[in-house]
């Protein structure tokens, strides 16, 4: 239907920001994009996060087919190793670890030309037809950071992430620990980093698209996200009497997305009227949880789970033992000067934390990604069908006892969310919360179900509306936002736009209703076989297993960003 399509990623996008700046004339070409074409909220995966955001969008599956879940495997090895073990443990998924083939790859498969710059997922570059820069997970000194590797050479300005989150995390408190990090004030100099990375990166976008032939063309932008994690207060009008410094911060983030909205405008004119034009984000953007949930704590309360008798001298085990709640105590110790922060308290929150008794136990919740969570139910068969209902009935009817509202937007079977081959190792419910709770699963004594967060370190977080923008010649204008737009859909939706069938074991749908329906019914949406890796299985696992991962640096990247504990 189009002969290209052009692809922005602005990665954490929220219409939160964008429409009030499109409104107030701040961003005149995403505006005209939206005033001209289709348009509506984006839903992400369940978690909202980077990496199963993204590998969905490449394969068009659920992440129960792809195998990503994470930014880590998604096992229970908390059953058999203490927490220090399983961080030593910790393996960072990459490219590799799509077991799927991806949109480059069917794309080439059809003889299609590829350009594929900075989207999550990506490093190790696998062989496309066209050329691939990667993303966040390449090591900062990987010489090798493209496909075909030479390109890597003649990128001599081209800058992947800032690198000072190695190191540093904006806003965070210093923790106790091997793992400090020197803190970073919110500043001027921070957006102006953010900006000069991806003026960069358009440029490179705007010399590979004219010098490089293609088919599909995509770029993707993170200062969005990293602006939304450590900057989340600056992106709203100032209220009357904020300080100089707030006011100057806000402008300079709203200077960042004018300059955002310029490259795009330049992206759009490079590649001619006759292009659709994409515009999308892997999920959105808010305030972060101010409230923890602790479901272990529930559980046990509610006679689902046993603690391990070996921990019951630990703190937590004579907190649950003598009723003594937690988060009390963190009170009490703040109002004496110091002693929150003295040794002997540092010492106490460092000892053992009380173990599950999974043998003697029906279920125990895991910790995803805020804001969702999952419980394992320790039965087989009918008694497991029987503890999965009782619980999700029970979780539905659970509310917050300070205001009586609801803690959980949705409670889920493991299969209403995922289906394939690599959902075995999943837990077998799926709780999303409300965007202003998270979760501990730590097993010990509180006072409520909900207390109120006792550290935030960024104030921005996931939430799992994104954003979703089409236009082009044959994409009709709809001036209301669409609804029930997944991020799913979006790889087949692509191959429609480009006349190719949608191979049949992708799970999303083609996005009609953006397209001019006379059309539609020209030419009906078609189905096809399922395609591997190009240009083989084997010769695309061969490039990707000879690329070294630097996993240590990518996971202090990772936890710097909060991704990763």
Same mark, same amino acid.
């Given at each position: 239907?189009?002969?290209?399509?052009?692809?922005?990623?602005?990665?954490?996008?929220?219409?939160?920001?964008?429409?009030?700046?499109?409104?107030?004339?701040?961003?005149?070409?995403?505006?005209?994009? /939206?005033?001209?074409?289709?348009?509506?909220?984006? $839903?992400?995966?369940?978690?909202?996060?980077?990496?199963?955001?993204?590998?969905?969008?490449?394969?068009?599956?659920?992440?129960?087919?792809?195998?990503?879940?994470?930014?880590?495997?998604?096992?229970?090895?908390?059953?058999?190793?203490?927490?220090?073990?399983?961080?030593?443990?910790?393996?960072?998924?990459?490219? /590799?670890?799509?077991?799927?083939?991806?949109?480059?790859?069917?794309?080439?498969?059809?003889?299609?030309?590829?350009?594929?710059?900075?989207?999550? $997922?990506?490093?190790?570059?696998?062989?496309?037809?066209?050329?691939?820069?990667?993303?966040?997970?390449?090591?900062?000194?990987?010489?090798?950071?493209?496909?075909?590797?030479?390109?890597?050479?003649?990128?001599?300005?081209?800058?992947?992430?800032?690198?000072?989150?190695?190191?540093?995390?904006?806003?965070?408190?210093?923790?106790?620990?091997?793992?400090?990090?020197?803190?970073?004030?919110?500043?001027?100099?921070?957006?102006?980093?953010?900006?000069?990375?991806?003026?960069?990166?358009?440029?490179?976008?705007?010399?590979?698209?004219?010098?490089?032939?293609?088919?599909?063309? $995509?770029?993707?932008?993170?200062?969005?996200?990293?602006?939304?994690?450590?900057?989340?207060?600056?992106?709203?009008?100032?209220?009357?009497?904020?300080?100089?410094?707030?006011?100057?911060?806000?402008?300079?983030?709203?200077?960042?997305?004018?300059?955002?909205?310029?490259?795009?405008?330049?992206?759009?004119?490079?590649?001619?009227?006759?292009?659709?034009?994409?515009?999308?984000?892997?999920?959105?953007?808010?305030?972060?949880?101010?409230?923890?949930?602790?479901?272990?704590?529930?559980?046990?309360?509610?006679?689902?789970?046993?603690?391990?008798?070996?921990?019951?001298?630990?703190?937590?085990?004579?907190?649950?033992?003598?009723?003594?709640?937690?988060?009390?105590?963190?009170?009490?110790?703040?109002?004496?000067?110091?002693?929150?922060?003295?040794?002997?308290?540092?010492?106490?929150?460092?000892?053992?934390?009380?173990?599950?008794?999974?043998?003697?136990?029906?279920?125990?919740?895991?910790?995803?990604?805020?804001?969702?969570?999952?419980?394992?139910?320790?039965?087989?068969?009918?008694? /497991?069908?029987?503890?999965?209902?009782?619980?999700?009935?029970?979780?539905?009817?659970?509310?917050?006892?300070?205001?009586?509202?609801?803690?959980?937007?949705?409670?889920?079977?493991?299969?209403?969310?995922?289906?394939?081959?690599?959902?075995?190792?999943?837990?077998?419910?799926?709780?999303?919360?409300?965007?202003?709770?998270?979760?501990?699963?730590?097993?010990?004594?509180?006072?409520?179900?909900?207390?109120?967060?006792?550290?935030?370190?960024?104030?921005?977080?996931?939430?799992?509306?994104?954003?979703?923008?089409?236009?082009?010649?044959?994409?009709?204008?709809?001036?209301?936002?669409?609804?029930?737009?997944?991020?799913?859909?979006?790889?087949?939706?692509?191959?429609?736009?480009?006349?190719?069938?949608?191979?049949?074991? $992708?799970?999303?749908?083609?996005?009609?209703?953006?397209?001019?329906?006379?059309?539609?019914?020209?030419?009906?949406?078609?189905?096809?076989?399922?395609?591997?890796?190009?240009?083989?299985?084997?010769?695309?696992?061969?490039?990707?297993?000879?690329?070294?991962?630097?996993?240590?640096?990518?996971?202090?990247?990772?936890?710097?960003?909060?991704?990763?504990?």
């Amino acid at each position: 239907m189009s002969d290209r399509v052009l692809i922005i990623g602005l990665d954490g996008a929220t219409w939160t920001v964008l429409l009030p700046w499109m409104e107030d004339g701040s961003l005149p070409n995403l505006a005209r994009l /939206r005033a001209e074409g289709s348009w509506g909220d984006l $839903m992400s995966t369940i978690p909202p996060l980077t990496a199963p955001a993204w590998s969905t969008f490449l394969t068009g599956k659920n992440p129960g087919k792809h195998g990503v879940f994470h930014f880590i495997p998604l096992d229970d090895a908390a059953e058999t190793e203490d927490i220090q073990q399983k961080a030593d443990k910790i393996d960072v998924v990459d490219a /590799r670890s799509i077991q799927s083939a991806t949109l480059w790859d069917i794309l080439a498969h059809h003889d299609r030309k590829v350009g594929a710059i900075n989207v999550p $997922m990506s490093y190790p570059a696998r062989p496309v037809n066209g050329f691939m820069i990667t993303c966040l997970l390449t090591p900062p000194q990987a010489s090798i950071f493209t496909y075909p590797p030479e390109l890597s050479k003649q990128l001599t300005d081209y800058q992947i992430d800032l690198d000072r989150f190695i190191d540093e995390k904006p806003f965070a408190r210093d923790v106790s620990g091997a793992r400090k990090k020197r803190i970073v004030k919110p500043s001027l100099q921070l957006v102006q980093e953010f900006e000069e990375m991806e003026d960069k990166r358009a440029k490179a976008a705007l010399d590979l698209m004219t010098t490089q032939p293609w088919d599909t063309f $995509m770029v993707v932008f993170t200062a969005t996200d990293r602006m939304g994690h450590y900057l989340w207060p600056y992106h709203q009008k100032p209220a009357e009497g904020a300080s100089e410094e707030h006011q100057a911060l806000y402008q300079a983030v709203r200077k960042l997305y004018k300059r955002l909205d310029e490259h795009i405008g330049e992206l759009i004119q490079k590649a001619g009227e006759d292009t659709t034009v994409v515009v999308m984000s892997d999920h959105g953007m808010g305030p972060i949880y101010h409230k923890n949930t602790h479901w272990n704590n529930w559980l046990y309360k509610n006679g689902f789970l046993a603690i391990d008798q070996r921990s019951s001298k630990s703190v937590d085990g004579w907190l649950l033992r003598l009723r003594i709640p937690r988060d009390s105590i963190r009170r009490i110790l703040k109002l004496v000067p110091g002693l929150y922060s003295s040794k002997v308290v540092q010492k106490a929150k460092e000892a053992p934390i009380a173990r599950i008794d999974y043998a003697q136990s029906k279920a125990h919740y895991v910790k995803i990604f805020d804001p969702v969570g999952g419980i394992y139910v320790h039965a087989k068969g009918e008694e /497991r069908e029987r503890l999965r209902d009782e619980l999700i009935r029970k979780i539905r009817e659970t509310l917050d006892p300070t205001n009586g509202k609801p803690i959980v937007r949705e409670v889920y079977r493991r299969e209403d969310c995922f289906w394939g081959e690599h959902v075995d190792d999943l837990p077998d419910i799926i709780i999303l919360m409300n965007p202003e709770y998270g979760s501990s699963d730590r097993l010990s004594n509180y006072s409520s179900i909900v207390t109120d967060r006792p550290q935030i370190s960024d104030p921005g977080g996931h939430h799992i509306e994104g954003v979703f923008i089409a236009k082009g010649p044959k994409i009709v204008h709809t001036p209301d936002p669409l609804a029930d737009l997944s991020i799913t859909d979006l790889a087949p939706t692509i191959l429609y736009a480009l006349g190719l069938p949608i191979p049949e074991d $992708m799970d999303g749908k083609v996005i009609t209703q953006i397209f001019d329906p006379a059309g539609v019914q020209a030419h009906p949406v078609q189905f096809g076989p399922a395609f591997g890796r190009w240009p083989s299985e084997e010769e695309a696992q061969s490039i990707l297993e000879e690329t070294p991962s630097g996993e240590e640096v990518i996971l202090d990247r990772l936890r710097a960003l909060g991704y990763v504990k």
